[in-house]
C-alpha cells in the first residue's frame, strides 16, 4: 500500500512540476579522464561544485554505472537533483591537450565541442526544452557544441524536434559563452541557407534574407541588391553567361559592413559563390545526388553568415562582402559549349564546360572587387569535386599568392578546428588553362580530370592583381555525415567560423 501511495504521488507531482513549468530542465556537466589513472574521473569546477552540493552522489554514481567515462561517451542520472530531473555527463578526454601541432586543431576545444554537443542531443532526444551547460573551461567551445549539436533543419517538416533553449551553468565567463553562441548562429546561419531546397532559396530569397538578418544592425550596414540590368552595364559577360539559362532573375549581393573606428581603413573583401542550384547546365550533371547542388551557394551563404556575425559581435573592422547569385540551368537559352564569353577586365573565356560555372561568376566578381582596394580578397567557393577527392571533408583547400594570409587563415583555423590546408598555384597548372583554341582562357584545364581543384585556382587567379588573396575551395567541407561529431548529418556551414575568427584577427591587427 506504502508503496503505491508513493507512486502515486510522486507521479502526480511529477504533472504538476511539467505543468507548471511546461518546460524540462537539464544539465550538461564533464568530466575529464585522470592523468595516469586507468578509471580515473576528474570533475570540472562546475560538476565538482554540483557534486559537492549532493554531498558527493554524482561522482558516487559515477563510479557505480560503469567504466569510467571515455572522451565523447556521456551517461544519464535522473532524479539526483530537485531542480534538474535530467543530468548528462559528458566525458572531455584528457585535460590540458591544447594544439595539437600534427592535428592542426585545439584538441581541448574539439572534445569540449563533441561532448556538449553529445550531451545536449542526448537530452533533446529526452524531450528536455532548456539545457544548462557546464563551461568545461571553456566557454565559448562549449557553447560552439552546444549550438551547432542542437541545429537540425527541419522548418518544412510537420513533426519538429523539441525545442531546446540552453544557457551557461554557473556565472563563469558569460561573454565568451555569448561569444560561442554568435560564431555558432553564424555557422547555423549558412547551414540553413545550404540545406533549403532551392526553390525556398533563389537568388532573390538568398539576398532577402541576408537583408532581414542584417536588420538589427543597419547603422553600420549598407545591402545593394544589385538586378540583371546593373550586371549587364557592368559588363559582367561571364557570370551573365552561366545566368542566361534560368528562369530565375540573377542578383549581385553587396554588403558593406562598416565596423572600423576609422571609416577609411581598407576593407577585407570577401566573395562567395552563389549558385542557388547546379544542374551543370548544358554539361548536365548525373541524376545521382544531384540534388546536393542546392549547396553550391555554399561559399556566399558561409560569406554573407560570417559578415551578419561580425555585425552582431560588433568587430571593429571594415568589411564588404560580394555574391554573384544565380541559377546554373540548361535551356534553349543556355551557354553552350564551346562558346566565347567576355568577363568584365576584357579577357575572353571558352566555355568548354558549362559544368565549370562557379570560376565564372567568380570571375567578374573579384574584377569588381579589386574596385574597393581591399587590404585583402578571400573568396569561398564549392568549386571542384577534385578538391572533395584531394582532402575529404578534413579541411579546406586554400590557395593563396600571400604568406601573411595564409598565417591569418591557419592560426584562425587552428583555433576553431575547422580546419585550413594550403594548396599550390604553380605556373604549371595556369599553362593548362591558357592554352585555348578560341578565347584568353578555357574554363577547364586542358587534362580536364588531373589537378582539377589546382587548374580552377589558377583561373581565378587570371583575375587577381591584388598582393593579398585566398581562394577557398569548399567543395569537400560542404557536407557532412558524421566526420564533425558535432554537426548532424547535412550541409555544414564550413569554414564560417573560421571566417569570423579570421576576420577578428584583422580587427586586431589593424
Ligand atoms: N559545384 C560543382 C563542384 C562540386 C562538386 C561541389 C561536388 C560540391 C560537390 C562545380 O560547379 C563543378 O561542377 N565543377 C566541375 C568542374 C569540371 C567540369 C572541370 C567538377 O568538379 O566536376
Ligand atoms: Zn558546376
Ligand atoms: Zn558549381
Known amino acids: 500500500r506504502r508503496r503505491c501511495a508513493r507512486t502515486s504521488a510522486g ?26 589513472e586507468e578509471d580515473g574521473l576528474h570533475l570540472t569546477e562546475a560538476a565538482a561544485g554540483f557534486d559537492q552540493t549532493l554531498s558527493g552522489k554524482l561522482s558516487e554514481l559515477l563510479k557505480i554505472s560503469g567504466p569510467a567515462l571515455k572522451q565523447g561517451k556521456s551517461r ?23 594544439v595539437c601541432g600534427k592535428e592542426n586543431w585545439d584538441t581541448s576545444k574539439e572534445n569540449i565541442r563533441q561532448a556538449v554537443s553529445a550531451g545536449c542531443r542526448l537530452l533533446q532526444d529526452l524531450e528536455v526544452n532548456h539545457v544548462e551547460v557546464d563551461a568545461c573551461g571553456d566557454a565559448q567551445s562549449a557553447a560552439e557544441g552546444a549550438a551547432l549539436g542542437l541545429f537540425h533543419y527541419d522548418q518544412l517538416k510537420s513533426k519538429k ?52 538578418k542584417l536588420g538589427p544592425h543597419a547603422e553600420r550596414v549598407t545591402i545593394n541588391k544589385r538586378s540583371q540590368s546593373w550586371i549587364e552595364e557592368q559588363q559582367m559577360g561571364a557570370f551573365l553567361s552561366v545566368s542566361r539559362g534560368s528562369e530565375e532573375p540573377p542578383v549581385f549581393l553587396e554588403l ?60 571593429p573592422v571594415n568589411i564588404i562582402g560580394l555574391a554573384p547569385l544565380c541559377e546554373n540551368m540548361p535551356s534553349g537559352k543556355a551557354t553552350k559549349p564551346g562558346d566565347v564569353v567576355r568577363a568584365k577586365n576584357g579577357k575572353t573565356i571558352q566555355v ?7 570560376r565564372l561568376v567568380l570571375a567578374d566578381a573579384l574584377c569588381y572587387g579589386h574596385t574597393f582596394n581591399p587590404r585583402a580578397i ?33 592560426k584562425a583555423s587552428v583555433v576553431t578546428g575547422d580546419r585550413v590546408w594550403r594548396m599550390p ?9 591558357t592554352d585555348c583554341q578560341l578565347a584568353d582562357l578555357n574554363n577547364i584545364g586542358k587534362y580536364s580530370r588531373s589537378g582539377g581543384a589546382c587548374t580552377a585556382a589558377a583561373f581565378l587567379r587570371e583575375f ?18 558524421d566526420e564533425v561529431p558535432y554537426l548532424r548529418k547535412g550541409m555544414s556551414g564550413r569554414p564560417t567560423r573560421t571566417l569570423v575568427e579570421f576576420a577578428a584577427g584583422l580587427a586586431h591587427d589593424s
Not at 568548354?352 to 562557379?358: F, H, I, Q, R, V
Open 76 to 98: 544519464v542520472f535522473y532524479g539526483i537533483h530537485k531542480d534538474f530531473p535530467c543530468v548528462a555527463v559528458v566525458g572531455l578526454g584528457k585535460n590540458n591537450e591544447g
Open 464 to 481: 587577381v592583381t591584388a598582393p593579398h588573396w585566398a581562394h577557398l575551395d569548399i567543395a569537400g567541407v560542404m557536407s557532412n555525415k
Open 11 to 36: 507521479r502526480f507531482v511529477y504533472e504538476a512540476n511539467v505543468s507548471m513549468s511546461l518546460s524540462t530542465l537539464g544539465l550538461v556537466l564533464g568530466v575529464f579522464e585522470k592523468e595516469g
Open 425 to 433: 598555384l604553380f605556373q604549371h597548372y595556369t599553362r593548362q588553362v
Open 256 to 315: 558593406h559592413y562598416n565596423g572600423s573606428p576609422d571609416s577609411k581603413q581598407a576593407p577585407l573583401l570577401l566573395v562567395g559563390k552563389g549558385i542557388t542550384f547546379d544542374s551543370g547546365g548544358i554539361s548536365l550533371k548525373p541524376s545521382p545526388s544531384m540534388d546536393a547542388m542546392r549547396a553550391d551557394m555554399g561559399g556566399a551563404a558561409t560569406v554573407c553568415a560570417s559578415i551578419v556575425t561580425a555585425a552582431a559581435l560588433k568587430l
Open 161 to 212: 524536434k523539441t525545442k531546446v533553449t540552453t544557457q551557461l551553468h554557473g556565472s563563469a565567463d558569460s561573454a565568451s559563452w555569448e561569444k560561442g553562441v554568435a560564431y555558432a548562429e553564424g555557422q547555423n546561419l549558412a547551414r540553413l541557407l545550404m540545406e533549403a531546397p532551392a526553390n525556398h532559396i533563389t537568388p532573390t530569397a538568398f539576398a532577402n534574407t541576408i537583408e532581414e
Open 378 to 410: 578571400v573568396n569561398v567557393a564549392t568549386l571542384t569535386g577534385a578538391m572533395d577527392v584531394a582532402l575529404g571533408s578534413a579541411a579546406t583547400g586554400v590557395f593563396t599568392n600571400s604568406d601573411w594570409l595564409w598565417e591569418q587563415l591557419h
Open 352 to 358: 568548354d564546360n558549362t559544368d565549370a560555372e562557379g
